[in-house]
């Protein structure tokens, strides 16, 4: 009976050993699982009981909320379970009042407000595929549902977007809130929710038509430059979306290799650093552990350093709510939990 024991203790000790949720956790260094907690508690604290979180000045409520929701979801809470549960479903019934009539997520009177509907997109979508509600699943998938038909009418006829719909800019579209609105909808599709493929092909196009011969992407179809930050997240956007090795993103790739790799002097030109890893941070990942593991090793030690002692990270003129959501969510990363940023 004694050798029986040992050998069943024995063979869960290995099969614990060999699971990749174990193993994940066996390498994590403590450092930074005590840097995302005390992070991650920041972000709790400091939302409204309305359910929203806002950058500086009170702005980006829509946005601010959909990218600290993600950051919470990264630790593995959902919307009903978990640490960070109430926090979500806080975060969850404020983006579903803010759902207008034409679907979009926010108001019209929102600066820029088709960064917090793209950013709001992400975030339901992935609570939406762990949600066990029914009502609350039927809520969402109107939402969503509505949320893509409006941006569809809100993309451009060169398949880019702008700040705002191209009905209220005119036809006005860049590169940024473009690379928004296809994570977004992507994410919306992986739940299941219905995206036509054409919206996605031609933002593809859009992006394509942006780059460089270099592979740099472009401010706008217009012009503008090719820009490091938008180049990582229009990568970061192409890989969402399915496209892996195509010359223009192997060429984006090389790029961001040159200009935004930790160390290089061009990451803080023509876009903020905590924009520019929010997406890189995806694409290194999707590279592989030699990859990721020589990025994270420098990129979570200049993060690290700079948090401060309430556990925020306050660089960055957006306000502590932006920088602490996406620094803490480069930190989870490779924990693996939404399927928008799996390998």
């Known amino acids: 009976m004694r050798l029986l024991a040992i050998a069943a203790i024995t063979s869960l000790i290995l099969s614990a050993v060999s699971d990749p949720a174990f193993a ?69 019934d404020y983006l579903i009042d803010m759902s207008q009539p034409s679907g979009l997520i926010g108001y019209k009177s929102d600066y820029h407000y088709t960064y917090g509907h793209g950013f709001s997109m992400l975030f339901l979508s992935q609570v939406y595929g762990e949600e066990e509600d029914l ?31 191209a009905k209220d800019g005119n036809g006005f579209d860049e590169g940024s809130t473009c690379i928004t609105q296809v994570q977004g909808l992507r994410a919306c599709r992986n739940a299941g929710i219905a995206v036509p493929k054409e919206i996605i092909e031609h933002a593809k196009k859009y992006i394509a038509d942006c780059t460089t011969a270099e592979g740099g992407v472009q401010y706008s179809i217009r012009g503008g430059g090719a820009r490091p930050a ?9 890989f969402n979306a399915g496209e892996y090795d195509t010359d223009g993103v192997k060429k984006m790739l090389e790029y961001c290799k040159k ?51 309430n556990g925020a990270w306050k660089e960055g003129h957006v306000g502590p709510v932006y920088t602490t959501a996406i620094n803490s969510t480069i930190l989870q990363l490779d924990k693996g939990f939404l399927p928008i940023y799996q390998r």
């Open 230 to 238: 938008i180049t990582a997240a229009a990568c970061a956007a192409m």
């Open 135 to 165: 009502e609350r699943r039927k809520d969402l998938k109107r939402v969503l549902t509505n949320a893509v038909v409006f941006s569809a009418k809100a993309q451009t006829d060169r398949g880019g977007w702008g700040y705002v719909s």
């Open 24 to 92: 994940i956790k066996k390498k994590k260094d403590p450092k930074v699982t005590l840097a995302v907690t005390r992070a991650l508690d920041y972000l709790a604290r400091e939302q409204r009981r309305q359910g929203y979180w806002e950058a500086n000045g009170g702005q980006y409520r829509v946005a601010m909320t959909a990218l600290a929701g993600n950051a919470l979801l990264c630790e593995g809470s959902t919307s009903t379970r978990g640490k960070y549960a109430r926090n979500i479903r806080l975060a969850v």
């Open 259 to 309: 200009n935004v790799w930790p160390g290089r002097t061009n990451t803080r030109f023509f876009g903020h650093w905590h924009y520019t890893h929010h997406y890189f941070s995806q694409v290194v990942y999707r590279q592989g552990d030699e990859q990721w593991n020589k990025y994270f090793a420098q990129t979570s030690k200049d993060i690290l350093r700079k948090q401060s002692a």
